[in-house]
């Protein structure tokens, strides 16, 4: 029997530039989430392409709900398939690639073309589950390129670059495309073409910011090894068999579960919120949007350096509680400037949430099963991101009121801190780094 080609050596941790053209790629793909999924081209769907707001909200989130599916069920195998052959890179530039390409195309999804409401929503489905798909191969690099005791920092400046990236390139789309009387580059305003044409400034954003990742961040190889689907289902079967040795991770990952549902709900609703109960109007409510998008990346820089002093586990236990005071004085304010108190908190720690989760993931992955992992990571995010949503619309219909869909919350978030307190985090790291 011939051995197995042994990996190559592992490359150094903690080199500046490899840590910088990683981070970047959150800088690159956070205009697509921002633009794409979240201000621009959603609502640009929901009041050019669809029928009617109404119609179009709803088939807007039955393809979010479509994409999570597809991700909670897809990134698990293909995280499998690129731990066999060290295939990380390969795999995430064919996710850039058709979430770039499938950005694009949306922009030339003009109102009045037959299907056009099913056409871009099957691109956008598209584009987005490869946007998630990639993120998993992404997440993958951190524990290979940082050590245990800076993994913190350098997630929190992937997470930070992310909310900046993000927000100027949605500054430069308003100002270049949406909002002139004549738009950058002479576009057309003719059936709305130079909104859609912030897609492709999103398309040329990601792919020009991704580049460096592909060109320095390097990557363990194994020459010879080829795709093959039954090896990959086995390899995920032995994973979930031995799942026992991971404890930590199940914990981890069902303990997300819960708080990362909180997180969703108010990614979705927090504008809706402050527009519904108190008043604010568009202009305003996007405001409220910036500024709590710029704490959150100040929020996930300072506390990587907190990550690292204090672990992973403590600090994502400290935004719990955080936010959930949060939510307490969101649900309570009697006044708009008592709503921006709620909200200013948690910008500052649901970046710092994020990040740290990402981070204590990465300390308790095992190095040959780090993509696979990292799959996991992803259905602990997807697989549930409905019932906050669904809960919040439930208490507010029954209670008659939004201050009582919003604090629905609180459960998620302390359910969550309380699953968290059960994750041994040093029992975790031990068991990544005997496997």
């Known amino acids: 029997m011939t051995p197995p080609t042994p990996l190559a050596a592992p490359a150094a941790k ?8 990683w981070a970047l790629y959150d800088w690159a ?36 709900a479509l994409s999570a599916v597809l991700i909670a069920v897809g990134s698990p195998i293909l995280g499998a398939a690129a731990d066999r052959g060290g295939a ?56 290979a390129i940082a050590s245990s005791g800076k993994i913190g920092r350098v997630s929190g400046y992937g997470w930070g670059l992310g909310y900046v990236g993000g927000l100027v390139c949605m500054v430069l789309a308003l100002v270049g495309f949406v909002q002139p009387d004549v738009p950058w ?6 059936a709305g073409f130079h909104v859609r044409a912030t897609n492709l400034l ?40 031995a799942v026992r040795r991971y404890r930590e991770i199940v914990k981890f990952l069902v303990a997300r579960l819960i708080y990362n549902d909180g997180l969703v709900t108010i990614f979705a609703f927090g504008g809706i919120y402050a527009a519904g109960t108190f008043g604010m ?27 690292d002093k204090l672990g992973g586990k403590r600090t994502v236990l400290v935004t719990l509680v955080a936010l959930s005071v949060a939510t307490v004085v969101a649900v309570w304010a009697p006044t ?23 981070s204590l993931m990465g300390r308790f992955v095992p190095e040959k099963h780090q993509a696979e992992f990292f799959g996991f990571f992803a259905f602990s995010g997807k ?53």
């Open 14 to 21: 903690d080199v500046p530039r490899v840590i910088w053209s």
């Open 29 to 64: 793909n956070s205009a697509f989430t921002t633009l794409v999924v979240t201000f621009i081209y959603s609502t640009y769907f929901t009041q050019a392409i669809a029928p009617d707001e109404l119609t179009g909200t709803a088939w807007w989130s039955r393809a979010i």
């Open 88 to 143: 990380r890179k390969r795999y995430l530039a064919v996710s850039t690639a058709v979430c770039v390409l499938g950005t694009a195309a949306l922009a030339f999804v003009a109102p009045g073309v037959p299907n056009a409401a099913i056409l871009a929503l099957g691109l956008f489905v598209i584009s987005n589950v490869a946007f998630e798909m990639g993120m998993v191969f992404y997440n993958a690099f951190l524990p």
């Open 185 to 190: 580059f002479g576009l057309s305003k003719e």
């Open 202 to 241: 999103v398309a040329g954003w990601f792919l020009i910011f991704s580049l460096p990742l592909f060109f320095v961040v390097p990557e363990r190889r194994v020459p010879g090894v080829r795709l093959d689907v039954r090896a990959v289902f086995r390899e995920l079967g032995e994973t979930l068999r």
């Open 281 to 307: 109007p568009l202009s305003e409510v996007i405001v409220f949007g910036i500024v709590l998008n710029v704490a959150s990346g100040i929020g996930a820089i300072g506390f990587g350096f907190v990550d």
């Open 336 to 358: 708009k400037a008592w709503l921006w108190v709620a909200g200013l908190l948690i910008g500052i720690f649901v970046g710092p949430n994020q990040s740290a989760s990402r």
């Open 383 to 435: 697989i549930t991101s409905f019932l906050g949503p669904i809960l919040l619309g439930w208490a507010t219909v029954q209670f008659g009121t939004q201050r009582a869909g919003v604090g629905i919350l609180l459960a998620f978030f302390v359910v969550g801190a309380v699953l968290l307190g059960a994750v041994r985090e040093r029992e975790g790291i031990a068991a990544a780094t005997a496997s």
